[in-house]
């Protein structure tokens, strides 16, 4: 943990303004340092059991886990926040998440869509997915409506609980030790539609054998997904600190041509039309992009890249001025190398890609059991990084080139408007149950969308 000696509110600033400098094309001060340790972690590394306390985790219970994770983590962002949720995946009857005998939840290979189905999902694929894919997906919804109404609301109650308990905790955690985040809903995430189609609907294996079957189809699904992307992508407050996150996944598995044809295209349009709205992207590339980095270089300008794997001085060469990069540490070096091996590694990506800013420290992936790191090796590791993180010329501009022209405007125009019965328009709303008077009407037609888009959110798949 950084020198408590410090006040956590200048903490807090000088992070604030790091972190403001490096996502507006300004050389920081020194460059930002992400932990690499998982909600997970913490919890294995506090000595607590994973398969029984997520099932009744508190707010105090969670800061006693924090506070004991201050023994290793040394980031300028607290990280280790997203955990699903037990309660609500087993009131669904998830069986797209399921928990293994150690506590840990696994994605499955599994389908729930057929292809008898494309059509139906090419019509009306929102409604689609919650009227076949959700009653498919959690077994407790594959009921009558009574029976169905209650394990979702009893899903949701859980799911708003961990996120109270967690919103909180973090909060305090971080006022304490003066750690960034975001401010709040400035962040979103949003689902490449290839993605999401693969995943969970059509199963890694079917989806390429659509791709030779029926391909026509494979492109009319990607379609009739993107207006629900676009919606989402327009949830996130627009600010420089935030964003939307999009957690990459099937792109490295296809050919070149496949690329092309089915997964960049409206991943390319989703990136821009994020950024038209002033939400700029933090991209998880998973496994290796180094064969798909010219698709990359036609993103926005100021677009976060956080790579797994790939060759770190070619991805700096190549889009460094353009984008903000991040990751490639293993850190399972942290557990099976020796400390001079772990130093060098970092000496190697930070030579790499820190000169000329546009830079961020942050590993592979997350480390998930309390054997992944060895903390003297993490240690050195910090200690290595926070020497050697300042820079000489703070304050000047990375890329001379307006990020407005790197921007290509209009592309949501191309779809049409999120329609489904289940977004209730407050109009449509307001002639079944009218205000008492006129001037309740703006105070309910607040409160209205307020809570009808916390339930939209929670019925989106």
Same mark, same amino acid.
Request: proline share 5%.
């Given at each position: ?23 507006? $094309? ?30 009744? *985790?508190?707010?105090? &219970? ?9 023994? /290793? ?20 009857? !998830?069986? $797209? ?15 729930? *869509? ?50 109270? /308990? ?23 995430? /949003?689902?490449? =539609? ?16 659509? #791709? ?28 420089? #600190? ?12 296809? !050919? ?26 933090? /991209?998880?590339?998973?496994? @290796? ?35 903000? #990069? ?9 557990? @099976? ?14 030579? +790499? ?12 992936? !997350? ?7 060895? =903390? ?22 990375? !890329? ?36 008492? +008077? ?5 105070? *309910?037609?607040?409160?209205?969308? &307020? ?11």
């Amino acid at each position: 943990m950084s020198d408590l000696s410090i006040n956590p509110q200048e903490l807090l600033e000088f992070r604030t303004k790091m972190m403001t400098d490096v996502c507006s $094309n300004v050389i920081p001060e020194r460059f930002p340092l992400y932990d690499g340790i998982s909600y997970e972690y913490m919890l294995k590394y506090a000595g607590d059991d994973l398969l029984v306390d997520q099932y009744s *985790m508190t707010e105090e &219970k969670l800061l006693e886990i924090f506070e004991k994770s201050t023994e /290793i983590s040394r980031g300028d962002v607290f990280s280790g926040m997203y955990a699903r949720n037990a309660n609500a995946l087993m009131l669904q009857r !998830s069986k $797209n998440q399921v928990m293994s005998s150690n506590g840990m939840f696994q994605h499955p290979e599994v389908r729930f *869509m057929e292809v008898e189905d494309y059509d139906d999902f090419i019509a009306n694929a929102y409604d689609w997915l919650v009227e076949v894919y959700q009653p498919r997906v959690n077994a407790s919804y594959d009921a009558d409506g009574a029976m169905r109404a209650l394990f979702f609301l009893a899903a949701t109650l859980a799911a708003n609980e961990q996120n109270a /308990i967690f919103t909180n905790a973090a909060r305090k955690h971080r006022e304490k030790y003066g750690l960034f985040d975001a401010p709040p809903g400035t962040s979103g995430s /949003i689902n490449v =539609p290839f993605d999401r189609l693969a995943d969970t609907l059509r199963s890694f294996t079917q989806i390429n054998m659509d #791709l030779r079957r029926c391909p026509d189809k494979v492109l009319a699904a990607l379609d009739a997904y993107m207006p629900i992307s676009i919606f989402r992508a327009r949830l996130a407050k627009p600010n420089v #600190l935030g964003g939307n996150a999009i957690m990459t996944h099937m792109g490295t598995f296809l !050919s070149q041509k496949h690329f092309e044809k089915f997964y960049w295209p409206t991943f390319n349009e989703l990136v821009h039309i994020s950024a038209e709205a002033g939400i700029p992207t933090t /991209i998880f590339c998973e496994e @290796n992009w180094d064969r798909l980095i010219d698709n990359l270089a036609d993103l926005p300008q100021g677009s976060r890249m956080w790579i797994e794997y790939g060759t770190p001085q070619m991805y700096k060469d190549k889009i460094g001025k353009k984008f903000v #990069l991040g990751g490639f540490y293993p850190i399972v070096l942290l557990r @099976n190398g020796t400390k001079e091996q772990v130093v060098d590694k970092a000496k190697e990506i930070v030579d +790499a890609l820190a000169p000329g800013g546009n830079y961020f420290f942050r590993f592979d992936k !997350s480390a998930l059991n309390s054997s992944d790191i060895n =903390p003297e090796n993490y240690h050195a590791l910090y200690d290595y990084l926070e020497a050697n993180a300042k820079y000489d010329n703070a304050g000047q501009q990375v !890329s001379s080139t307006p990020k407005e022209d790197t921007i290509t405007k209009g592309l949501a125009d191309k779809y049409p408007k999120l329609q489904s019965k289940y977004l209730v328009d407050f109009e449509d709303f307001k002639k079944v149950y009218p205000p008492a +008077a006129e001037s309740a009407e703006p105070l *309910m037609k607040a409160q209205f969308n &307020k809570f009808m888009m916390q339930a939209f959110a929670q019925l989106t798949p």
